[in-house]
């Protein structure tokens, strides 16, 4: 392996993937950087400029003035932080969400056409390869907070939800069948008929593999969401996952203007109360119960959206 080598390949990567001209190769007006700011955005809903530049590891004016054309087209707003004053905190705005949304989208559709090349039996040879290169690369080094992304569910993923849900559960508390039961009934109640613009999932993924999930779907009352099937993978605890996740669907249901967001769990679910507690939710009610082949105390919580954010 030589610099020739690695130059050669990143040559001919660039070329795939349509980096030196992605504007057009996405149809859009931006560039890759710019994109990949607004990606973050995205996934990131409430972001610091200052820790914006710092996991994309770009130049302050640079940053600078990709904000300004993002502000100057309505795609975000940028109001001081709340911890700290001199740092300035960039949200994005409905349209902002919209055109994050449809860039994904694009970038899906054209990765999805490049993967649609390879046939069935090389494509574990390919994944395998890239997890090669991104193991080898990153010099073992132990998984950031940064290197985790959210995304939208792809092909299989709310199955993952249902497996994970179940053997993690079972595991951990020793739930029975029954919980799988309900977290199937919830997953394909969503699959087969949700409102994306008021319900959506979202899947945690570090190095390529799904670590976490939660869901937010309309509640009886129509201007209550409800929080549901949050969960962390054990070996990616630790990176602020969970607070990730509550944050988007905080975020999310704030912004398409619920005006409560409620959840139910039980009270052995401690560090996920402790989440939950950290966002502003307060426990209203308790119940004991039996469920799943346990001794169990129901616990309803609730958050204001209306009050001030935190």
Request: glycine share 8%; proline share 5%.
């Amino acid at each position: 392996m030589t610099v020739h080598d690695i130059r050669a390949f990143n040559r001919f990567y660039t070329n795939v993937i349509g980096a030196l001209d992605y504007s057009r190769h996405l149809y859009a007006p931006y560039t890759l950087t710019e994109s990949r700011v607004l990606y973050e955005l995205a996934h990131s809903p409430r972001t610091d400029a200052a820790d914006l530049r710092t996991e994309l590891s770009l130049d302050a004016g640079y940053l600078s003035r990709i904000l300004n054309k993002f502000e100057q087209d309505g795609l975000i707003e940028r109001t001081a932080s709340p911890q700290d004053p001199r740092r300035r905190r960039v949200t994005l705005t409905a349209h902002g969400r919209e055109t994050g949304k449809l860039l994904e989208e694009r970038a899906n559709e054209s990765v999805g056409s490049l993967l649609s090349t390879v046939p069935a039996a090389d494509r574990p040879r390919l994944a395998e390869a890239m997890n090669t290169v991104r193991t080898i690369l990153s010099d073992g080094r132990p998984p950031r907070r940064e290197d985790v992304v959210l995304r939208e569910p792809g092909p299989g993923d709310l199955g993952w939800i249902v497996q994970r849900n179940a053997a993690l559960y079972a595991a951990e508390y020793g739930f029975n069948a029954d919980y799988e039961g309900l977290v199937a009934r919830i997953v394909a109640d969503f699959a087969e008929d949700h409102d994306p613009h008021l319900e959506r999932v979202w899947i945690a993924e570090l190095d390529g593999r799904p670590v976490g999930c939660v869901m937010v779907v309309r509640d009886e009352a129509p201007t209550t969401a409800r929080l549901r099937l949050l969960l962390v993978e054990p070996d990616a605890r630790g990176l602020g996952i969970g607070d990730r996740l509550v944050e988007a669907v905080v975020d999310f249901a704030r912004g398409v203007g619920y005006r409560d967001l409620v959840l139910w769990t039980n009270d052995v679910l401690a560090a996920a109360r402790r989440v939950y507690q950290r966002h502003g939710f307060v426990l209203v009610t308790e119940k004991p119960h039996r469920s799943f082949g346990k001794d169990l105390i129901g616990q309803d919580w609730r958050l204001d959206l209306q009050g001030t954010p935190e």
